[in-house]
């Protein structure tokens, strides 16, 4: 499919859940009839003005939104090319983008006379925010990590405990995100009547990639009439990081069908994409299969067994990628590019250094990217990127990597 | 008509219920495996669901998660489960093979490529957990075509609204599974499933199967009293797991055969 057959890249995915070959509803019998409620309450709330008034009233009150668009004018200076702006959801209440969307879910939940909430975490982003949303209206909250993971981001366990969720450490396959979900759909197949699975990226099963699509568009949508304001046009480049892509989603979607915008996704090269899968790049290094509810690209060997990615960043550290990515991949929409550990450390400090903003992992990614392409685009040329989350979380893993001894162990 | 029709008119006709169980295929490893298969229908058992052994399965427990491990850390791979078919084929044109697994392996081959080397290699049915009727025609449409049973998973929260639907590309025999949770959980209810089963068979003249949660002798006669037969899965692959003789494993399946069949 080339782009010039497609009149709107914004009206996916169809009535099965598709976006062209990838996404869909490929779970268990137990678990259909719970993601077709799902999909009739979703549908009834995205065309009700109470749901999104009280979006709105918490974006603003509880979140703090709108996120500030932010001319980053030392690091553009230091690069020396074109002019780069972040998008500093990172500001956001519990430091990452991830509440735009657990608000979103945890209404519907409600609204489904849902009581327990479980969710599954990476870096650990989404599961505090899950827990945030659920001690503010009172919800019982079980939140599925990674063993590794578990040890990795420790400051991310304790304030998920501070807010009242049971953090269950999951041992089965190598311990990372993509086997807290495995079992968080263990969960959920088991507690079928009264609980509601927050899944905290653009994947899973239909309806999941475009409801999280939907609630994190807001990224996009304030980025667009902020750049009007500042600089009277649209930006000439977008780019965010990926691992299940709800960040790269939100800010990217209301773009789709501005054409003339360039969208770069930005995966986690690991240890470099061309070695022996110490990556997670999914849509570099992967093809297409299927794993947690839909078709995407996905690490795989010959047999289509799903191999475990490598990442510094917890939460980029998913051997797939939300459906509507591997789509705009494949009808070349957006592009797709991938960025190691060592890249993402070097922008990490960079970021610091240059704008006394201390970056998650993941944008660190993004960034990393910004400064490859920046210094050779001419100096009216605008990049957008995403500062999706804040690096308090990794400060111990970068202090590792760094040789500095916090005289802790994390 | 394919074995697994053959095999329930047969049992019919005798007034059996049916003893299903379900190993999977390369746990601990190819060899041993393969004469575990090779002994099932001698320990009494109706029809071999054989599981493909995946890296993430989602609906399934521990016991089972751990077998699948073993299994591919032993080199097992979707070519080597239908090579396993094949070699127990030679010896046995009778008891139906039913392979049990998830959608990648099987999309990652290839579905035509898969459902012709699976028609040779002498499988019967597939049951395929993350394929709903939603997704018939990945596979479940062809399968039907090339001439195998797509056999359904039933469960609780199948409402009688969706019940048609999940009965409708359905064939060989419907699965009831008999919890709402992962395989080898809590155990199963004869009271919860009788009911259960006779919702799903007012709607179907197919064999209703049931399974999930069965794991002694007694439980598999007291839930094949109220079904067409029982699933035995975990249990039996927590002895694999245990290292135990094939000889002591078998004996052990007998038994719960034996339970099955004295409904």
């Known amino acids: 499919m080339s782009d010039d057959l497609i009149n709107s890249f914004m009206t996916g995915p169809d009535e099965k859940g598709r976006f062209g070959i990838f996404g869909g509803r490929f779970v268990s019998e137990t678990l259909m009839p719970l993601i077709l409620s799902l999909e009739e309450e979703y549908e009834k709330a995205k065309t009700d003005q109470s749901f999104w008034d009280e979006m709105n009233d918490l974006w603003t009150h509880y979140v703090g939104r709108p996120s500030p668009l932010y001319f980053a004018s030392r690091l553009t200076e230091h690069l020396g090319g074109a002019k780069v702006y972040m998008k500093r959801d990172e500001l956001n209440h519990t430091g990452a983008h991830k509440i735009n969307n657990v608000l979103g879910q945890i209404i519907l939940a409600r609204r489904m006379g849902k009581t327990r909430i479980i969710a599954e975490t990476g870096a650990g982003q989404h599961g505090v925010a899950t827990a945030t949303v659920c001690a503010k209206f009172g919800l019982k909250c079980v939140v599925y990590m990674g063993a590794h993971d578990v040890q990795r981001q420790a400051p991310n366990v304790f304030r998920m405990r501070l807010l009242g969720a049971e953090v269950v450490p999951v041992t089965s396959g190598r311990g990372t995100l993509k086997d807290a979900m495995n079992d968080a759909l263990r969960d959920w197949v088991t507690n079928v009547r009264d609980t509601f699975y927050c899944i905290g990226t653009v994947a899973g099963p239909h309806p999941y990639p475009a409801m999280v699509r939907d609630f994190q568009s807001i990224i996009g949508k304030e980025a667009k009439e902020q750049m009007q304001r500042a600089e009277g046009r649209l930006p000439d480049t977008l780019v965010a990081a990926i691992g299940g892509g709800s960040n790269a989603m939100g800010l990217f979607y209301p773009f789709l069908d501005d054409t003339d915008v360039r969208i770069i996704g930005v995966e986690a090269g690991g240890k ?11 849509l570099t290094g992967g093809r297409p299969g299927v794993l947690h509810g839909n078709r995407t690209y996905l690490l795989q060997d010959d047999d289509g067994q799903i191999l475990e990615g490598h990442s510094i960043s917890a939460g980029l550290d998913y051997p797939g990628i939300g459906p509507e990515h591997s789509w705009l991949h494949d009808t070349g929409r957006a592009e797709y590019v991938a960025i190691t550990d060592t890249e ?9 250094q240059t704008e006394g903003i201390i970056p998650a992992l ?3 990614h993004a960034l990393a990217h910004v400064m490859k392409i920046a210094p050779d685009l001419p100096r009216d040329h605008i990049i957008c990127m995403n500062m999706c989350g804040r690096g308090d979380k990794d400060i111990f893993t970068v202090a590792r990597h760094l040789g500095f001894d916090m005289g802790v162990t994390a | 008509m394919t074995r697994i029709d053959r095999k329930f008119a047969a049992l019919n006709a005798e007034g059996k219920k049916a003893f299903v169980a379900y190993v999977m295929a390369g746990d601990p490893d190819y060899d041993t495996s393969l004469e575990i298969v090779k002994g099932l229908p001698g320990a009494g058992v109706d029809i071999i669901e054989m599981g493909i052994p995946f890296t993430d399965p ?22 080597k489960t239908l090579d396993m078919a094949a070699e127990f084929r030679k010896g046995d044109d009778e008891t139906p093979i039913v392979m049990m697994g998830y959608y990648n392996p099987i999309y990652n081959r290839g579905v035509d490529k898969f459902l012709v080397d699976a028609k ?7 049951i395929v957990v993350d394929l709903p009727p939603e997704e018939d025609e990945e596979l479940c449409i062809p399968a039907q075509k090339a001439g195998l049973n797509f056999i359904r998973l039933a469960t609780p929260t199948t409402d009688d609204k969706r019940l048609p639907k999940v009965l409708q590309n359905t064939s060989g025999f419907v699965y ?10 809590a155990e199963a209810q004869a009271g919860d499933v009788g009911p259960e089963v006779a919702r799903i068979k007012a709607k179907t003249d197919l064999p209703v199967i049931v399974g999930f949660g069965i794991k002694t002798p007694d439980n598999a006669r007291d839930i094949a009293a109220v079904a067409d037969g029982a699933v035995v899965g975990s249990a039996i692959v927590k002895q694999i797991e245990e290292n135990r003789p094939v000889a002591e494993i078998l004996a052990y399946v007998k038994g719960l055969a034996d339970g099955a069949h004295s409904a």
């Open chain 2, 120 to 126: 040779a290699a002498g499988v019967d049915g597939l």
């Open chain 1, 272 to 282: 470099g994409v061309n070695e022996k899968m110490e990556h997670c790049a999914s």
């Open chain 1, 362 to 364: 993941e944008p660190s």
């Open chain 1, 344 to 352: 993402a450390l070097e922008a990490f400090q960079l970021c610091c």
């Open chain 2, 58 to 79: 989602m609906a399934d427990g521990p016991t089972i998660q751990l077998a699948g491990q073993r299994a591919l850390e032993a080199g097992q791979t979707l070519q």
């Open chain 2, 176 to 185: 009831y599974v008999s919890i709402t949770g992962i395989t080898g959980a």
